[in-house]
Structure formats: C-alpha cells, structure tokens
T-cell receptor
C-alpha cells in the first residue's frame, strides 16, 4: 500500500469559501502532483512539484494554487470556491530513480461546491 | 497528436474471454511504462510495470514494442472483478496518462 494521504475525503461547501485540500506522503518522494478528474472522465494534471519550493502548473488551467514548503506536504488551495470547481482531486507522488518512478495516488478528495 | 493514445472503449466482453488493449505513445525517448487500473470513483492503482522483455502477472501480460511505440495489456480468462478502466502511463521526464480504456466483463 502507498503511504500517501489526502484530507478531507469528502467536502461540501458553499460558493465563495476558501478551501485547502491536504496531501501528504511519507515515502520521501520529491515529485508530487495534483490531478482533477470528473466522473467517468480522464485525469487532468493541474499542478506538480519536483521538490521543495518548486511548483508548476499542469496541462489543465486551474484557479487553484499549491505550495511545497516541506517534502512530504503538497496542499492545494482554492481562494474562492465556485460550483465549477466541483470535481474529484487526486494527489500523487513518485521518486526520482528507476526503482521509485512508479506514481502512487492518494484516495482523493471529492469536492462539491454548492 | 496526443502523447499517449488509448481507445476509450467500452470493451464489453463475456466472462472467461481474453481481451487485449493497446496504447501508443509519441515520444520515442520514453523511459518507463505502466498499466494502472481505476475502479469507478476510486483512485488509480498500479496494475503492473511494462518491461522491454514483456512481463506476466497471473492472468495479465504486458508487452512493450519500442519500434512501433506501443504497449499492450492482455487479460486472460476475464473475471467480473476485472471490470474497470485501464490507464496506460508513459514516463519521459514527466508522467503522462492515457485517457483510459473501459472494460466491462459481462456474466
């Protein structure tokens, strides 16, 4: 089993609220990712980080922001949630070497914005 | 052209059938290849890595064809529990996921 965790698992919140989705891993992985996925649809990379103080935007434009102050922690923040942000958000990580380049996923946060 | 291409399906097959999925990739310098399985409303989970020599894990066989730039997944003796979406993943500097192929095994 992968040691990567996400909280909360489910979040229902009103429009305009600020939210932070937490992701942490205890595998010492330098690389971490955030994906967005609607039901039955493909994964879209929205943010990634290759190490502390490194963050990049992914292939899909997102109004969310991320930070990477510690290796094990990669939170995602929405300053003002909107119904269009309703989706599942999946965090993943992997190492740098050939033996650790497999990407492991957290269980996801299912976000509903009313 | 997408970096990783998969037929989204769905593939509807009877129990006990053999089913094969292909996935093509565009970057010839790609280094690592994987198949993931994703159940409905769950996170993707690693099914198997794909090695140049091909590899087998029980009823599942994965193969890599670098010359034609595709990987394949063969599932023998399909079970109802194999119903899921199978994601092809390619690594070259960054990880790229295919759209996934949906498999439905029918009783």
């Amino acid at each position: 089993e992968a040691d990567i965790y996400q909280t909360p698992r489910y979040l229902v919140i009103g429009t305009g609220k600020k939210i932070t989705l937490e992701c942490s891993q205890t595998m010492g992985h330098d690389k971490m990712y955030w994906y967005q996925q609607d039901p039955g649809m493909e994964l879209h990379l929205i943010h990634y980080s290759y190490g502390v103080n490194s963050t990049e935007k992914g292939d899909l434009s997102s109004e969310s922001t991320v930070s990477r102050i510690r290796t094990e922690h990669f939170p995602l923040t929405l300053e003002s949630a909107r119904p269009s942000h309703t989706s599942q958000y999946l965090c993943a990580s992997n190492g740098d070497t050939w033996s650790t380049d497999t990407q492991y996923f957290g269980p996801g946060t299912r976000l509903t914005v009313l | 052209r997408k970096e990783v291409e998969q037929d989204p399906g769905p593939f509807n097959v009877p129990e006990g059938a053999t089913v094969a999925f292909n996935c093509t990739y565009s970057n010839s310098a790609s280094q690592s290849f994987f198949w993931y399985r994703q159940d409905c409303r769950k996170e993707p989970k690693l099914l198997m890595s794909v090695y140049s020599s091909g590899n087998e894990d029980g009823r599942f066989t994965a193969q890599l064809n670098r010359a034609s730039q595709y990987i394949s997944l063969l599932i023998r003796d399909s079970k109802l529990s194999d119903s899921a979406t199978y994601l092809c993943v390619v690594l070259y500097q960054k990880v790229t996921f295919g759209i996934g192929t949906k498999l439905q095994v029918i009783p």
